[in-house]
């Protein structure tokens, strides 16, 4: 077993949830200290401001703190997130060069990760012991692999000019992880993007071991909102009439927004994930908080879906006769790849035996916020793409028994080395 499949299986042990990260950030500082590099931590990452709803409260940041401590991190590294997580670590050459940015997500999920016979984690003694978070993503092979690439820069320091840039980014999972850092200033600089995730598609299939897309183009945007209908109590026998049921107000809206028709100009996706309601069965419900997210393939399609969602919930607020609030989380913009830098992944992966089968492009389906740093280096002239490591699975992403084939960490930091020697090497 590498030393970079011992990282994924410590990170997988101890999963923190977004803006909660302390530990894994502290131990990222320190194994990147131990190599040698210099890291901004904490408020040096995250623009403080830009994270809003999502910033953890002063208790929570001080348990977190004190969980990290206790599960191995040193207090020093702890001290200096100030609680507030997310890494950066800059290989400067010291030679005139581009600048090209990596980003890995290192958040979990919040669900528990189970505890059976046959299931490898459990098996093996690196299943997560944080209640309610669970690497169900692969961001504990995503946060690996950017430590083996720290480490392999460092044995080669000589055969390359520029900066390379190392964004260990909290909150993939959530909001405003990305934003945060760009916010920041530190991809203002940057020509050259990379991120990578495991278990993307390829001509719309999973794509396994030994496969690697290079790109990908059909990033959705993301926006989330918390709906609150505001009704009226009542006792459901007597005097019912003076009730406003927001239950049934939130169900019919849910409904509805389910039933948005697709747009032509690309993939429209719209989802009520959460909805809680009332105060007892008999009490005609007088709120009702509804969590809903939409997507777009593209510009267009994004405000296509926003309206629709917001003529529904209108709609159904007005047939129960009640008013409705809502939090607005912003949005994670869609994004693409460019052909130029898949091109360099396509000349690297050609390099690393493990992958037997490349695709030039591939499907995500779906959000990532690498996206909105992706874009920012594109609106400043520079390029960058999104590759799909390919790994067998025990389950698909977001499921509480996914695991993965862990050969692929070592060929993926291959991979970037590759890129890096066309990017960066000396001649």
């Known amino acids: ?24 950030s502290a131990r990222i500082a320190e194994i990147l200290t131990g190599m040698g590099y210099q890291c901004l931590m904490g408020p040096d990452v995250v623009k403080i401001e830009t994270i ?11 348990a977190a703190m004190e969980r990290a401590v206790s599960q191995g991190a040193k207090p020093e590294f ?8 997310g890494v950066i670590a800059e290989f400067d050459t010291g030679k005139d060069g581009p600048v090209t940015a990596f980003r890995f997500d290192i958040d979990c999920l919040p669900y528990d990760e189970p505890r059976k016979e046959g299931y490898r984690p459990f098996e093996e003694g690196y299943i997560s012991c944080n209640a309610g978070s669970v ?21 080669r320091k000589a055969q390359f000019e520029g900066k390379i840039r190392l964004i260990f980014q909290p909150a993939e999972e959530t909001f405003n992880g990305a934003q945060s850092i760009i916010d920041k200033g530190h991809l203002d600089d940057v020509e050259y ?4 995730h495991v278990a993307l598609s390829a001509e719309n299939r999973p794509l396994p071991s030994n496969t690697i897309a290079c790109g990908c183009k059909d990033f959705l945007s993301d926006r989330q909102l918390d709906v609150t209908f505001h009704g009226r109590a009542a006792h459901p026998c007597g005097a019912a009439q003076e009730g406003k049921n927001a239950l049934l107000a939130a169900c019919t809206a849910a409904l509805n927004l389910h039933a948005i028709a697709p747009h032509e100009e690309g993939l429209c996706r719209v ?3 959460e909805l809680y309601a009332g105060v007892a069965p008999n009490t005609i419900a007088p709120n009702a908080l509804m969590k809903v997210e939409y997507r777009g393939q593209t510009p267009a399609v994004a405000a296509y879906a926003g309206k629709r969602v917001f003529d529904i919930l209108d709609g159904a607020a007005k047939a129960y006769d009640m008013t409705y609030t809502y ?17 360099v992944i396509e000349r690297a992966a050609k390099k690393v035996p493990w992958f037997e089968k490349i695709y030039f492009e591939g499907n995500v389906g779906g959000t990532d916020d690498a996206a909105a740093m992706l874009t920012k280096v594109q609106q400043n002239g520079g390029m960058g793409t999104y590759i799909g490591i390919g790994s067998d699975t025990t389950q698909p992403v977001h499921n509480a028994e996914f695991d993965i084939d862990e050969d692929c960490i070592d060929a993926a930091i291959d991979l970037c080395m590759f890129a890096l020697e066309e990017l960066h090497g000396i001649g």
């Open 327 to 343: 939090l607005d989380y912003g949005e994670v913009p869609a994004g693409k790849s460019d052909d130029a830098m898949m091109a």
């Open 193 to 196: 993007f990379i991120a990578m």
């Open 1 to 24: 077993m590498s030393k970079y499949v011992e990282y994924r299986r410590e990170f997988h042990k101890y999963p923190e949830q977004g803006f909660r990260e302390i530990r894994t």
């Open 135 to 155: 690497h169900a993503c692969g961001h504990d092979s995503h946060t690996a692999m950017g430590l083996g690439i720290a480490d392999q820069l460092m044995a």
């Open 52 to 62: 809003g709803t999502e910033t953890a409260t002063e208790e929570e940041m001080k």
């Open 271 to 273: 989802n009520v994930g």
């Open 78 to 85: 702890v001290e200096r997130t100030k609680g507030y997580p």
